[in-house]
């Protein structure tokens, strides 16, 4: 049996229930602790990591025309969605997991900067939601992008080639991080 790991990814307005949820942190490393969920055992996954970016807003009003807004972008890991094999989960699995996430937090780090373009208008919400829309389309295909690259962490070497581009786009960005 293939030994693949796979990721789900969560998008959403607003909170993500009343689950338990972890923010992106650049000094806080995903541990095998964190993956909480009961493992699919008919899955040839070894792990699998559930992020998303959630995203909130408010407008202010005048006479009712949208004068001002604020947002609030977050990458976020589900801890409760999450899993992994503990008998197959080694500390290259779990950075391959922890990529992923990184993955989530860099396109979290693009929204904000796509939001601080924006102007106040009538429009606003509209153009903000199909920010959200285009930012989500964009993650969920840079991760299975990731894994199809890396084989699913299997290729070392592209893993590597991964792990040092992200590291370099998340620096690039770092006016933009949580």
């Keep these: 049996m293939k030994n693949l ?3 789900l990814t969560f998008f959403f307005v607003g909170n993500f229930s009343n689950d338990q949820t972890m923010v992106w942190n650049e ?4 541990t095998w602790a964190d993956f909480k969920a009961n493992p699919d055992m008919e899955s040839d996954a070894v792990a699998l ?3 998303g970016i959630t995203f909130g807003y408010s407008v202010r009003t005048s006479d009712e025309k ?4 604020s ?10 969605k999450s899993w992994y094999l503990k008998e ?9 997991e922890q990529l992923h996430f ?10 904000r900067q796509q939001l601080t373009k924006l ?3 009538q429009n606003v919400k509209k153009q903000m939601n199909k920010l959200h829309v285009t930012i989500n389309e964009a993650v969920n295909e840079t991760q299975q992008r990731y894994d199809k690259e890396t084989n699913h962490s299997m290729n070392i070497e592209k893993q590597k080639e991964w792990e040092a581009f992200i590291a370099k786009e998340l620096k690039s960005l770092d006016e933009f991080k949580s």
Excluded: C, M, W
Aim: glycine content about 2%.
């Design 5 to 7: 790991l796979i990721i």
């Design 66 to 69: 949208i004068v001002d807004f």
């Design 88 to 96: 197959k989960g080694n500390a290259h699995i779990l950075a391959h």
């Design 102 to 111: 990184d993955i989530t937090e860099l396109y979290a780090r693009q929204f």
């Design 49 to 51: 990591t559930a992020s």
């Design 27 to 30: 000094t806080t490393k995903l």
């Design 71 to 80: 947002t609030t972008v977050e990458a976020q890991f589900y801890p409760n």
């Design 119 to 121: 102007k106040a208008n």
